[in-house]
Every structure is written in structure tokens, then in C-alpha cells.
């Protein structure tokens, strides 16, 4: 087949209507630009909210929790082994939540291939005590250099410097909401009670802002030995085992691994936090959704132009198989007129939906929930640029496909006599 | 030299809408090369009818058509275009010309097509063409610029281009003033003189005819009379 032909006639057909086919294309260019857009800043805003769990919570946590133990003495008696034991009001004995011999399985972690990073933590109840009130809180005791590394610490610590907590003595960080229920400004020295009836003075040494105001009304940090100090108890003593992994996706079964290897709690992130999860895909969903009607839509707007276009070219079809183009040829003609508005139509809708993302992109956001995030997130993915020129394509072709298939069956006979 | 380049055997054909109505009955005759042939008869007898068969744009017909020996029936219909392409040049009453195309290009188009020739030769030859029917000064203009005669030349012209076998025209005068029909038809005298082109020709215009090689005229789809001047 003659391909120049068949494109030179195409073109010379579209620029006869040359204001139509623009309308055309500019629907193409609009959806496209639409589609681009929504979907950099869905998931822009899709890895701005994972993020906020993602990257500064733990893969796998382990722990210790105080539970009944789940065997009872009766379990051992060897009369009622096979029977169905019911005993009511079990309660948990006295324990520690100690993850004991910590520093041994934090090594046997670290040497892990799949493991990016380990940070221990303590978490310990307190009260801040503010005058005559007593306000619940929360003091974790962390290992400020590497809860900066693998869970970006640094970052939500709005004022004052992370690591003066471990460079200055019985320091804390306070969370921004704890802070200013207790008018306590950076320098100040505040008084915390342990549930044991332990004080300690701690000196305020900055603000912690996590987006999250529940618990910024509650947490605080501070260095593990100031921790260990604030409860009393020996220099070993950890609760938490903070694992970060290279991979998050294992963190389900590498979660299981653990807590059967070293007879321990681990959750991972996925179970603790599957809403998240759910949240991000159906924003996907959704915008996948509204770009794909947007491009239907356009494809409508072709096959008008095509339809039109074929009624009013009634002649020039039929001339055209009298001096002997046949109907492939007709067909491939109005396919390429297709084409040509989705694939036009479908570029310019990529650069400006690359200029829009990056309009968004410059757009001031500034949320006190938020306090690393400057303007409105954007994700410039290659992949929906990649998508947005496949569906343009496809939709185009087949918005041409049944105008063309009507143009090729034209019988040139009824045409010509029609006159 | 005298080889049939076109045959038709004892075509007939039907229409279903709204009556069946048989409108040619057992056609035959045949066309040699160099011939000029004029198609007469009253309106409606179905000089159009037979022409658009003999063309091959009409494939809906009992009986045989041999173009150039071959038969047509059973052709497919890119095959049949390919031979439209080939061996077949086309003008109609009305010129029918593309408006989206200068007139050179008109004239190129289908032997573009054909691609028997490079593109570059193809517009030489539609110079050609364009200078044998007087109009080689209108190359560049667009089809509606030009006047109805001139119009039906470019259309002489275009249906050439391929060096056709036969050229077969519906009323080509139909519409032009005297002086316009005499140009046509001087033009159709010269390409089948000088150049040896056969050419079928249907026309009301009995002084047209008389001045032909050979009249076939029909009645109520059969060929009433067949005369052969020399
Ligand atoms: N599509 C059709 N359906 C039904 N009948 C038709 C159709 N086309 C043509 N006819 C009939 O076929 C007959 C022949 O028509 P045709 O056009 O061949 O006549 P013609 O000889 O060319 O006439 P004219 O000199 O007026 O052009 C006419 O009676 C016409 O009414
Ligand atoms: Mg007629």
C-alpha cells in the first residue's frame, strides 16, 4: 500500500476542516492534560500520605505484651488432655516489657540481607505535670541518629536541633500539642511523673510536629538513657525493636519469621496500618476512572467530526474508488485522519499536563498538619505519561474505526447517480 | 491493432426497489482498440446503467465482462479498483473533481495510486495530459476556480493519466454550451485518432454521435441498432 498517499490525502482532507478537527484535537489535548494531571497529583498526594505512616513507622516492630500465658496448668494434667478446658478470669501474671537479651537479637537483625536498618526504642507511660494537673502522656525513649536515618526523626522536629537530645543531658522533645497545653517553651524545664511515682526534670530542648494533632497532644522524646533513667531501670532495658526493611512488601512474612525465631511480638506495617492501604488504592481507582470517561468522551467527539466528515465527503469518497482507490484504502485514509487528531491531540494534552502538574507543583501548601511539605505534591511518574499515550491512541483508533468502516463500504454508484 | 479490449456477453441486469424491473436485457458487443464509440438511446433505456458495469463499479449483474480478455466476475473488489487503476479512465457529467487538491494533483491522484511511475514522472506526465486538453496553464489553481468546461477537461485529463485502455464517459457534454462540447469533443477525436484511444461515449447529443466511428443505441435495455461507420 502506498502510505504517502494515503497520508497526503488524509491531511489535505483534515485541513479542509481544519476548524473541526481542531475542536477534535482539543478535546483529545484536554483529557489528556486532565488525565496527566490528576493522576501526578493523586499519586503525589497518595505518596505524601504513605509517607506520613511509611517512612517514619517501623516495617516490623517487635515487642513484648503482657497477655495471659496460653497455656494454664490444667492443659498439663494428663487426665483432661483431650478434653475442652474452660477456665473463666485468667489473668496475666506479673512481666516485664522488656525485650530481654535485645542487644543479641538486634545483632542477629542487623546481619539480616534483608534488612536496611535496626532502632531500639523505649516506650514508657508518663504524666507531665503542669501546676496541679496531671497530663497523660507518653515518653519514648529513642537512639536520635538512628531514628533520624531510617524514620526521618530530623524532619518533624519544627524547632530546636534532634540531636541535642542525646548531646544534652535529661533533655526532651516535646510534642507541638503536649507543648502548648503546657506552655512550655524551648529552654523551659518541665516535670514528668512515672506511673511508679518517679519525677524527673527534663529540659525542653525542641517541638515534634508528626501531622498527626492526636499525637502530638501526647508524645515526647527523649534519649533511651535519660529513658531508662526516668523509669529506673538498668541500661539494657529496651521495649521496642524498630526494623526497617529494604523491601517493605515483606514485611508480613518476615514479621512471622521473627516472632517465632527469637519467641517475640512483631507486627508488621501493612496489619497495623491496612487503612492507609485502601485509602491509596481507591484513589487510584477513582482518578484511572474520571481520566478514562474524559477520554471516552473525546473519542465521542472524533467520531462526530468522522461522521460528519465522511457525509460531507460523500463525493470525494466516491470519486475516489471510481479512479481506482479501493475501500482498504478509503479506510486507511479516515483511520489516519483519526490518528492524526488522538496522536496531536494526545502530545500536546502530555505537555501541558506536564505544564499544569508543574503549576500544582508550585502551588503554596502549607498545613500545620504537615510541616515538610511546602507546596501541593506531585508525582512526575514517566508511566502516566505512558498510559495517557496508549489510551489516546487506542480510544482515537477505535472512535475512527466504524466511521472509517462506513467510508470504505461507500458505493460509488449510488453516489455518482445520486447527482 | 484490432484486438477487443473490452466484451460484454449477454449482460442483463435487475433492479429489486421498489418492483423488480429488468432494465438491460442480454447486452453484447464488444469495443476494439482505437475505436470511437457513442451510446444513444431515450432517457431511462439504461445507457447509465450498462457504463457503470462496464466500469466495474457495478458488480451486481448476470453475464459475463471481459476487460483486456480477462473476466471480471469473481474479481475482488481491490482487484477490481486495481483494474479501475489500470485500464479504465472515468469522466461523469459532472466533473467531480476534488476540491481539497489543485488541479495538477486531481489530475495526479490516480496515478499516484498506481504507482506505476515515480511521483516526480506522474506530474510530468499530468503536464502532459494537461497540455494535450489546453489547460496546462491552470495547473495551480484550485477546482472550483476554473469554469465548467474547463472543469470537464481537467477531468479528461485525470481519467489519462494511467494511459487507460478504454476511456468511458456519462454525458460529458451534458452540461457544457455548445462551444464547450466542441472543444470536448475535438479533444475526444484527437485521442482516438492521434493517439489510438478507444473511448465509449454516452450522450443525448445526436449531432455528437454522428460524428462518431461507431453508434450503438439502445431501447428499454436492449441494443436496438449497432452501426459501424468508416
Ligand atoms: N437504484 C435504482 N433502483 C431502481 N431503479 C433504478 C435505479 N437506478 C436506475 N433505475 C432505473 O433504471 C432505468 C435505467 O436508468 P439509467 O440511469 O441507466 O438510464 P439512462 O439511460 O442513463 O437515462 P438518462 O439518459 O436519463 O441518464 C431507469 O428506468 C431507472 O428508473
Ligand atoms: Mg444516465
Known sequence: MNYKLIASVSVSLLMARWKQTLIAAIGVTFSITMFITLLSFMAGLNTLLDGLIGNRTAHIRLYNEIQPSKMQPVDLLNQVKNHHNFISSVKPKNEKLEIYSNGAVMEALKKDERVLGVAP?????????????????????????????????????????????????NSIILGKGAA?????????????????????QLK???????????IDKIQSYTSIITAQKLIGESNTYITDIQVKLKNILLAPPMAKEYAKLFDIEAID??????????????????????GITLLIVAGFGIYNILNMMI??????????????????????????IALTIGIFGGLLGLVFGFGLSSVIDQIPFNTAALPTIKTYPIDYNIKFYFIGTVFSIVTTYFAGFFPSRKASKIDPVIIIRGK | MNEKILEAKNISKYFHDPISIQVLKNISFSI?????????????????TLLYILSTMDTDYEGDLLIDNIPMRNKKEAELALVRSEKIGFVFQFHYLLNEFSVLRNV???????????????EARAYQKLKILGIQDEALKNPNQLSGGQKQRVAIARSLINDPLILLADEPTGNLDKKNSEIVFSIFQELSEVFNQALLIVTHDNEFAERTQ??????????????SRN
Not at chain 1, 530530623?154 to 548531646?167: F, P, Q
Not at chain 1, 525542653?204 to 492526636?214: A, E, K, N, P, T
Not at chain 2, 461507431?214 to 452501426?227: F, L
Open chain 1, 269 to 290: 506495617i501493612q496489619s497495623a496500618n491496612s487503612q492507609f492501604e485502601t485509602g491509596s488504592s481507591i484513589r487510584t481507582l477513582i482518578s484511572y476512572a474520571v
Open chain 1, 180 to 200: 502548648e497545653k503546657m506552655l512550655a517553651n524551648i529552654g523551659d524545664v518541665i516535670q514528668v511523673t512515672t506511673p511508679k511515682g518517679e519525677r524527673m
Open chain 1, 311 to 336: 457525509y460531507e465527503k460523500m463525493d470525494s469518497i466516491a470519486i475516489l474508488k471510481a479512479t481506482g482507490f479501493s475501500g482498504k484504502d478509503v479506510n486507511w485514509i479516515f483511520v489516519t
Open chain 2, 32 to 48: 476494439l482498440q482505437g475505436e470511437f464509440v457513442s451510446v444513444i438511446g431515450k432517457s431511462g433505456c439504461g445507457k447509465s
Open chain 2, 214 to 227: 461507431r453508434i450503438i443505441e439502445m431501447e428499454d435495455g436492449k441494443i436496438i441498432k449497432d452501426i
Open chain 2, 108 to 122: 495526479m491522484l490516480p496515478g499516484l495510486k498506481l504507482a506505476n511511475y515515480s511521483e516526480k514522472e506522474v
Open chain 1, 204 to 214: 525542653v530542648v525542641g517541638y515534634f510536629q508528626s501531622g498527626i494533632q492526636d
Open chain 1, 121 to 169: 526504642k523505649i516506650i514508657a507511660q508518663v504524666f507531665y505535670n503542669v501546676g496541679a494537673i496531671d497530663l497523660t502522656g507518653v515518653i519514648n525513649g529513642i537512639d536520635v541518629e538512628a531514628e533520624s536515618k531510617l524514620f526521618s526523626f530530623k524532619d518533624y522536629v519544627t524547632s530546636g536541633e534532634a540531636i541535642d537530645l542525646r548531646n544534652i543531658p
